[in-house]
Nanobody, 118 residues
Framework: QAQIVESGGGLVQPGGSLNLSCVTS????????MEWYRQTPGKERELVAR????????TYADSVKGRFTISRDNAKSTVFLQMTSLKPEDTAVYFC???????????WGRGTQVTVSS
């Protein structure tokens, strides 16, 4: 059964950095577009970054451009999110999402909490 597991969240001061990892299993990782979303209570889940399967095209939400970097390691079936210059408004649960390039199936992780606070 496919699994997606995030790690690397935690508490960090404003201006600090965190590196999130998302390890997948039982999927053909290289065939999946990989995405990071985040969600705060009472708000819809927001797409933060995406890296495609076919050509590793990367897109970012405007709010994180220049601060976050998404990357993937197909050999390790893992996607990363490097977060720098963190702000309190980056506080959220961060979710990893895998979508097959043909749009189905898709899988979600359970999320990892990121808290930016002094």
């Amino acid at each position: 059964q496919a699994q997606i597991v995030e790690s690397g969240g935690g508490l960090v001061q404003p201006g600090g950095s965190l590196n999130l990892s998302c390890v997948t299993s039982e999927i053909t990782f290289r065939a999946y577009d990989m995405e990071w979303y985040r969600q705060t209570p009472g708000k819809e889940r927001e797409l933060v970054a995406r890296i495609t399967a076919v050509d590793a095209t990367i897109t970012y939400a405007d709010s994180v451009k220049g601060r976050f970097t998404i990357s993937r390691d197909n050999a390790k079936s893992t996607v990363f999110l490097q977060m720098t210059s963190l702000k309190p408004e980056d506080t959220a649960v961060y979710f990893c999402h895998g979508v097959h390039w043909q749009k189905v199936p898709n899988y979600w992780g359970r999320g990892t909490q990121v808290t930016v606070s002094s």
